[in-house]
């Protein structure tokens, strides 16, 4: 009984490391695990994530004023001109009043970490930015499926069949992704492991997002 045990304890523990290796061997591709936690962890991407926690409720998703709070205060106060790295940091370290510009802007010094100060000021910087603000959108929601480089190589691809789509080889148009990126593949007939995202994202967002897909587009 014992050895039966063992024998059956030692081919179920083969048999796992036979499928975990299966889905890390470098004969399935996809992005690594390292490549992926750059992508995600680039300055502006982190940032995306600081302006809209702190930053979009006053000053719109684009830096434009246009956001909910513009109902209580002057929304030509509330856009978020161009400056360099070093004007941006010390807005949000000092607030408006502490640069001698509008007192509806808190000083973030005492309540964002460092990090999050230096992350959001990348972010800024590309505000403007539509394919910019696309890749933000992309590498932190669609990353893990249709992987670092849009080739539909990312890291959870493995589970799925189909397989998540290579977006750098489609020809589909603007509208077709704007559509399947808010109602889901389903919708169009499509794989229904790809999910609808216009309950998670804005209509800008998958906007910027579908700016920066076709920017991947490559000819075959």
């Not at 990353?143 to 789509?165: M, T």
């Amino acid at each position: 009984m014992m050895k039966s045990r063992i024998r059956f304890s030692f081919l179920t523990t083969l048999v796992l490391a036979i499928v975990l290796l299966g889905i890390s061997s470098p004969v399935v591709a996809r992005d690594g695990a390292t490549a992926v936690k750059e992508a995600r962890s680039l300055p502006q991407v982190r940032g995306g994530i600081v302006f809209k926690s702190y930053c979009i409720l006053c000053h719109g998703e684009i830096g434009d004023g246009i956001a909910r709070a513009s109902k209580l205060y002057a929304p030509e106060k509330l856009i978020i001109g161009k400056m360099d790295e070093k004007d941006y940091e010390s807005i949000v370290r000092e607030g408006g009043v502490g640069v001698g510009r509008s007192e509806y802007m808190p000083p973030w010094d005492g309540e964002l970490t460092e990090e999050q100060i230096g992350d959001v000021v990348a972010y800024l910087s590309m505000l403007g930015d539509g394919v910019a603000r696309g890749e933000v959108v992309y590498k932190t929601n669609c990353v893990l499926c249709h992987g670092v480089n849009a080739d539909g190589k990312g890291r959870v691809s493995v589970l799925y069949d189909p397989k998540p789509s290579n977006l750098i080889l489609s020809d589909k148009n603007t509208q077709y992704k704007m559509l399947i990126v808010t109602k889901g593949g389903e919708f169009l007939g499509r794989s229904a492991v790809m999910p609808p995202w216009g309950l998670q994202l804005s209509d800008q967002e998958i906007k910027d997002v579908v700016s920066y897909i076709d920017t991947r587009v490559v000819s075959e």
